[in-house]
T-cell receptor
Framework: GNSVTQMEGPVTLSEEAFLTINCTYT??????LFWYVQYPGEGLQLLLK?????DKGSNKGFEATYRKETTSFHLEKGSVQVSDSAVYFC?????????????FGKGTKLSVKP | DGGITQSPKYLFRKEGQNVTLSCEQN?????MYWYRQDPGQGLRLIYY???????QKGDIAEGYSVSREKKESFPLTVTSAQKNPTAFYLC???????????FGAGTRLSVL
């Protein structure tokens, strides 16, 4: 079945450091891929998306490229800020199936220290 | 402002009690979802509804029930059969396009 695996946290970085959170997936067909962010005590917000191979999603300085050959969708940011501290979820949607639902990774907690 | 409203923000359940979590959206989305989130876990799908008066079980539906009588509303009942209900519950909705889902702020349920 479809699944998402993302690196375990927590990840602790100093402000202005480079961020990479790894995400790999297993899916049939051609899924869409997403990164969601959850700030403490809140729901999830869509951070970025990519709907086909080689697409690059970007938002708020974050980027991720849909790599079909390596089945990956790693999240990167060149210079993190304290306000980026949150839990990040990688997800896929294989809407060719009957459910069309999102399948989430377990989340990676990021803490950025000043 | 359009969005998804979940209420209450915090809820406490007594032993043997059924409780209902509210989810309302004014985004005119057809599809709505309920997820459960436990510490250190991803989101697990409880129920979803693609259209009014129809809903489907997700991966962990046992001990939960839903209804979808109106497009805007998708309440979740946590029944007494759910033996471990303590969790953070998230409601989402979607137009179906690329299955981008929009989430509410969540309800935290605890057992007294």
């Amino acid at each position: 079945g479809n699944s998402v695996t993302q690196m375990e946290g927590p990840v602790t970085l100093s402000e202005e450091a480079f961020l990479t959170i790894n995400c790999t997936y297993t899916a049939t067909g051609y899924p869409s891929l997403f990164w969601y962010v959850q700030y403490p005590g809140e729901g999830l917000q869509l951070l970025l998306k990519a709907t086909k191979a080689d697409d690059k999603g970007s938002n708020k300085g974050f980027e991720a490229t849909y790599r079909k050959e390596t089945t990956s969708f790693h999240l990167e940011k060149g210079s993190v800020q304290v306000s980026d501290s949150a839990v990040y979820f990688c997800a896929l949607s294989s809407y060719g199936g009957s459910q069309g639902n999102l399948i989430f990774g377990k989340g990676t907690k990021l803490s950025v220290k000043p | 402002d359009g969005g998804i409203t979940q209420s209450p923000k915090y809820l406490f359940r007594k032993e043997g009690q059924n409780v209902t979590l509210s989810c309302e959206q004014n985004l005119n989305h057809d599809a709505m979802y309920w997820y459960r989130q436990d510490p250190g876990q991803g989101l697990r799908l409880i129920y979803y509804s693609q259209i009014v008066n129809d809903f489907q079980k997700g991966d962990i539906a046992e001990g939960y029930s839903v209804s979808r009588e109106k497009k805007e509303s998708f309440p979740l009942t946590v029944t007494s059969a759910q033996k471990n209900p303590t969790a953070f519950y998230l409601c989402a909705s979607s137009t179906g396009e690329k299955n981008i889902q929009y989430f509410g702020a969540g309800t935290r349920l605890s057992v007294l």
